[in-house]
């Protein structure tokens, strides 16, 4: 009598949770891939179609006890948290509902990345406070500023950047929840610009130049998002960048990791 294979459910929407999915699928895992936004959902497509008999895919955000509704709905055996490093709260809620069902938890990593090359330029702050007075800071009292860092801490910068609404420009997801966010946060819808990753080093030097931007602000998303084409753009623009550090975690940080814990797991 053959074994039942476990049902992994990924918590998805980022590069690696990709790449964390192509692996599982590989071992012959069912996959329950849920992704917070349609654009999360979009990175699937292709996997999708090759994998309709072992692959689902769900959208939208959810809390602790909605996950522990799908968990046992659909009588998960192990769960991949393969979402943004920066987003805790998502983290946190996908732990709590694990916990509460009695399901192993596995976080998987984006990989970490060496700025070496622009460690001149970077200063390094621990959250978007910090972030908005390092910024307001280095771009001296009239200065612009170019925000990268989504729209959940844009009303942090409006309460600790003197000024933010002449001085600060922001670059969001183009989605309808993020720009309205930006209709309620901006006063001008000039001073923000919804568009779509990857970004080349020339559009953001592109971007910064149209915003007379006298420094970046990003969040140390690595590799996968886009960072080192930030600090490319703001060497050329000879501007600053702060950067936001990632919160300290332990996991699996690759598919050769991911692989050995399936088959030890088997």
């Not at 990709?18 to 990175?43: D, F, I, Y």
Request: aromatic share 8%; glycine share 4%; charged share 35%.
């Amino acid at each position: 009598m053959s074994k039942k294979r476990k049902l992994w459910l990924v918590a998805a929407g980022t590069t690696e949770s990709v790449e964390a999915v192509r692996a599982l699928l590989k071992a012959g895992c069912p996959v329950l891939a849920s992704s917070a936004t349609s654009l999360g959902r979009h990175m699937f497509e292709t996997l999708e179609r090759d994998h309709k008999d072992c692959l689902e895919l769900l959208e939208g955000r959810k809390d602790r006890e909605e996950w522990i509704w799908l968990m046992r709905e659909k009588r998960v055996d192990r769960v991949l948290d393969a979402t943004h490093p920066f987003a805790v709260d998502a983290t946190r809620e996908l732990k709590a509902a694990c916990h509460a069902c009695q399901i192993p938890y596995f976080r998987y990593l984006r990989k970490t990345q060496d700025y070496d090359v622009y460690k001149d330029r970077i200063c390094w702050v621990k959250d978007a406070r910090e972030a908005a007075k390092a910024a307001a800071r280095l771009a001296g009292p009239k200065g612009h500023i170019f925000l990268t860092t989504g729209v959940r801490t844009l009303a942090v910068y409006r309460d600790h950047i003197p000024d933010f609404q002449k001085r600060c420009y922001a670059r969001i997801l183009d989605t309808e929840s993020s720009k309205a966010v930006c209709r309620e946060i901006f006063q001008e819808a000039d001073h923000w610009i919804a568009q779509n990753p990857p970004f080349d080093a020339d559009q953001n030097e592109e971007s910064l130049r149209r915003t007379q931007a006298a420094v970046i602000v990003s969040k140390d998303s690595a590799q996968s998002g886009g960072v080192t084409e930030k600090l490319e753009a703001a060497r050329r623009m000879d501007i600053p960048a702060v950067l936001i550090k990632r919160p300290a975690e332990e996991g699996i940080d690759s598919p050769e990791m991911l692989w050995k814990v399936i088959m030890e797991d088997r």
